[in-house]
């Protein structure tokens, strides 16, 4: 009996043309894909000659963000403060409404700032919730200061279950 032979090859398939589609697309996609936009907030500076604002009690409004996302604020002087002066308020609405009812009972509205100091406890969010708060305010006047010892021992006090 006679043998048939086959010959077997084995097939392979040709990568080079999905290669190349691939090119093709990750190309296409690239060029039609708009890319964002970083937001920068702009940065309020003062003059050089100009005189620095003054700073009176009552042309200032001290935010002390603190756990758990609570805010504080008060109008007095650091060493005058106890608990009954450091009130507690939320962010957003309620926050908006403090700043403006603060603004226009300022003495001299042009000078009027908000003093933002982040507490040990507050978080990375609560910094941009309030600078979002200077913002939607229009509050161009705006600093950031550390929270001084005697701050911190009421914020802690007031903060006690």
């Given at each position: 009996?006679?043998?048939?032979?086959?010959?077997?090859?084995?097939?392979?398939?040709?990568?080079?043309?999905?290669?190349?589609?691939?090119?093709?697309?990750?190309?296409?996609?690239?060029?039609?894909?708009?890319?964002?936009?970083?937001?920068?907030?702009?940065?309020?500076?003062?003059?050089?000659?100009?005189?620095?604002?003054?700073?009176?009690?009552?042309?200032?409004?001290?935010?002390?963000?603190?756990?758990?996302?609570?805010?504080?604020?008060?109008?007095?002087?650091?060493?005058?403060?106890?608990?009954?002066?450091?009130?507690?308020?939320?962010?957003?609405?309620?926050?908006?409404?403090?700043?403006?009812?603060?603004?226009?009972?300022?003495?001299?509205?042009?000078?009027?700032?908000?003093?933002?100091?982040?507490?040990?406890?507050?978080?990375?969010?609560?910094?941009?919730?309030?600078?979002?708060?200077?913002?939607?305010?229009?509050?161009?006047?705006?600093m950031l200061a550390d929270i001084t010892p005697k701050e911190k021992q009421v914020y802690e006090a007031k903060i006690k279950p």
């Amino acid at each position: 009996m006679a043998e048939i032979t086959t010959n077997s090859r084995v097939a392979r398939v040709d990568m080079t043309p999905m290669v190349d589609l691939g090119f093709l697309l990750i190309t296409f996609f690239m060029f039609t894909t708009v890319f964002s936009k970083p937001f920068i907030m702009k940065l309020n500076m003062p003059d050089k000659n100009g005189k620095p604002p003054i700073m009176k009690e009552s042309n200032t409004l001290t935010l002390i963000l603190g756990k758990d996302d609570k805010i504080f604020w008060h109008q007095k002087n650091a060493d005058a403060l106890n608990i009954s002066l450091l009130s507690e308020i939320n962010y957003g609405l309620e926050l908006r409404k403090l700043i403006f009812q603060k603004r226009k009972e300022a003495k001299i509205i042009e000078n009027f700032t908000v003093i933002i100091k982040p507490s040990d406890d507050s978080n990375y969010k609560n910094m941009v919730d309030a600078l979002d708060e200077m913002k939607i305010t229009n509050q161009d006047i705006y600093m950031l200061a550390d929270i001084t010892p005697k701050e911190k021992q009421v914020y802690e006090a007031k903060i006690k279950p």
